[in-house]
């Protein structure tokens, strides 16, 4: 089996920070692709950032300058720094790895 397990999300203020992390088990040959999405009740998923095996990421404009994604392959682990956290970014975090997802982690920030 394979599992992906999210982990740091919480409530901050805005502009606050916020770390979280996601962790690969189970049996894969490697991992390409690793990402984040987020979810806001009554609206699609939508992607916040992505990372490759080989470092190359992209982010969502949202979230440009405020966000880093970053992993670390030895431990299969994928890492979001979120910086300056806003309101609009409420939402349930999602990890996205090996065609599956996390549980998911709530992260709300209040005014």
């Known amino acids: 089996q394979v599992q992906l397990v999210e982990s740091g999300g919480g409530l901050v203020q805005t502009g606050g920070s916020l770390r979280l992390s996601c962790a690969a088990s189970?049996?894969?040959?490697?991992?390409?692709?690793m990402g984040w999405y987020r979810q806001a009740p009554g609206k699609q998923r939508e992607l916040v950032a992505t990372i490759t095996s080989r470092g190359s990421t992209n982010y969502a404009d949202s979230v440009k300058g405020r966000f880093t994604i970053s992993r670390d392959g030895a431990k299969n682990t994928v890492y979001l720094q979120m910086n300056n956290l806003k309101p609009k970014d409420t939402a349930e975090y999602y990890c996205?790895?090996?065609?599956?997802w996390g549980q998911g982690t709530q992260v709300t920030v209040s005014s």
């Open positions: 996205n790895a090996i065609e599956r």
């Open positions: 189970g049996s894969f040959f490697s991992i390409n692709t």
